[in-house]
């Protein structure tokens, strides 16, 4: 049976929504935070990608995050996805999150309440009758608000069955157009989400006339299964992440669930709006963003995902890369050259290579952009599309930070004391620093605590290069700790220290916007 949507329209049976989530669950990954610029950087790949609507944050749990909606609701005011705010069940929650969505051309409010035993025994410390009044209030406020509505059964799958198909018709009656029934701690299996929602389907009134989505999360590594499982039981709608980030081990994973659906047409026939070949510099732009790279045998986007070492299967690829490669490198991103550009390349040239590895740039980022290009050819002798992917992220995505490493000079080597001296701009004012060290990164960072002091533990360092050769780009993860907040920052460049440099800077940034989010009275972290 086809299904009208205020959204959509007349739905496609067989057409599923991507509902993405990166910008609200994911930014609830431990370390991971991002600013407004970032955050509308991040909106409009997402949107280049194909997502069909993106929950673009939960508007009462800080002015921050409030601006942030309301700024990627402007930013698809006349055309984009479906822009998605998140509430709980209490009246300001809902009448903030309408606010922050009402420039979109299309809005949707997300409520949700705990369904469990254990979450309303606990968390909630109410009864069941109030719950189930509960979810009756909230999405009839959310209703008067916008037509579009969402309502979630937080810790769904270990929720009594009863009693969920009871919220779920309440739910339905008050005017909530989509039902999701998310896998909160990520406990289920294949066959309790088939079961799930077989059931919810069959037995609640009204079932046929809204869309069912699944959300799952990573616990036990099932949360990809458990959405292919929802989708062959009739859910219509998938909720993931980016690179699977999110609360704990993550969310159900954007690209590998698209990828299974395009590799296995054939168990699973349905469609959805994602153009594969962005997958890869979308999953690079977050990582950059974040400070946080995936695992390099990570499926789709690690490094290893298309890389052959053994000789058997080397023999088979050369012969035939179907032997031993499902789907194609190129179908996700990921280019077929490697050696690009050198010292003499011009604009022109560069413009194009951007071009065809997703990145479109404004005058004034590209004139950065290959400023940065052109010095980092003059120290390497061979340019790689990697290298590229990383000056260029590690350059336009910092353009808005309120702290930019401007100038670092290292004195160091063996039966000598490593002397760092530091410039940095904040807000706009030079401040230097100088200092010793253990080493050129302990002595750099030490000049960068005396340029900008803080307080803070340093939880991770790690170095890796882009490419291979010795002249190779360094990018630098670093990992800082204030009052249990952590943040991971990013840096690259052919001198690993300058390097450290950048990412310690990036992540000093992305504490500053931590410190500005305060929760609101009796928050409850958001798990749905």
Not at 455 to 467: G, H, I, M, R
Request: hydrophobic share 40%; with cysteine; charged share 25%.
């Amino acid at each position: 049976m086809t299904i009208t949507h205020p959204s959509f329209g007349t739905l496609d049976p067989e057409r599923i929504i991507i509902f993405d989530t990166t910008l609200r669950d994911g930014e609830q990954s431990p370390g991971f935070s991002m600013n407004l610029e970032e955050k509308l950087r991040m909106a409009e790949a997402l949107w280049e990608l194909g997502v069909d609507v993106m929950e673009a944050g939960f508007p009462i749990a800080s002015v921050g995050d409030f601006e942030s909606v309301q700024a990627i609701a402007r930013k698809f005011a006349k055309d984009g996805p479906v822009v998605c705010g998140l509430a709980r069940t209490a009246p300001g929650d809902i009448a903030r999150a309408a606010e922050a969505i009402k420039p979109a051309a299309r809005g949707r409010i997300h409520t949700f309440v705990s369904t469990s035993p254990l979450h309303m025994r606990v968390k909630l410390r109410m009864e069941p009758e109030q719950v189930l009044e509960l979810v009756s209030s909230s999405v009839t406020a959310a209703r008067n608000a916008t037509a579009d509505v969402e309502w979630s059964a937080e810790d769904g799958t270990r929720t009594e069955p009863d009693f969920l198909c009871r919220c779920v018709e309440a739910a339905i009656k008050a005017g909530a157009t989509t039902i999701n029934v998310p896998d909160t701690v990520g406990y289920a299996v294949p066959e309790d989400i088939t079961r799930i929602f077989t059931m919810l389907r069959e037995r609640v009134p009204g079932a046929d006339r809204v869309i069912f989505s699944a959300h799952n999360h990573n616990d036990l590594g099932l949360a990809v299964a458990n959405t292919l499982a929802a989708i062959r039981a009739g859910v219509r709608q998938i909720e993931c992440t980016i690179n699977g980030i999110g609360e704990r081990a993550g969310n159900a994973s954007l690209e590998e669930i698209v990828m299974a659906l395009r590799t296995r047409h054939d168990a699973i026939p349905v469609e959805n709006g994602v153009k594969t070949p962005n997958i890869l510099r979308t999953s690079r732009l977050l990582a950059t963003i974040t400070g946080f790279d995936v695992q390099p045998n990570k499926a789709i986007v690690g490094r290893n995902a298309f890389a052959h070492e053994s000789g058997i299967h080397q023999d088979g690829v050369l012969k035939d890369a179907s032997t031993y490669e499902i789907m194609t490198p190129e179908s996700v991103g990921w280019s077929t050259s490697s050696l690009v550009l050198g010292k003499h390349s011009g604009r022109a040239a560069f413009r194009d290579k951007l071009k065809s590895l997703g990145y479109e740039l404004g005058d004034n980022a590209l004139n950065d952009a290959f400023k940065r290009f052109k010095d980092l050819a003059d120290r390497k002798k061979v340019v790689y599309d990697e290298d590229v992917a990383a000056l260029v992220d590690d350059e336009v995505v910092r353009g808005n930070d309120r702290i930019k490493l401007v100038g670092l000079s290292v004195s160091t080597g063996m039966q000598v004391r490593p002397i760092a001296s530091i410039a940095l701009e904040v807000d706009g004012e030079r401040r230097e620093g100088v200092a010793g060290g253990d080493g050129g990164v302990d002595a750099t960072f030490a000049a960068l605590r005396q340029a900008f002091p803080h307080d803070v533990n340093l939880k991770l360092y790690a170095v890796q290069s882009v490419t291979g050769g010795t002249d190779a780009q360094a990018r630098v993860t670093v990992r800082l700790e204030e009052q249990g907040k952590l943040v991971d920052g990013q840096g690259a460049d052919t001198d690993t220290i300058v390097a450290s440099a950048r990412a310690y800077v990036h992540a000093l940034n992305k504490l500053l916007v931590k410190r500005t989010r305060t929760a609101p009275e009796d928050m409850a972290a958001p798990a749905a």
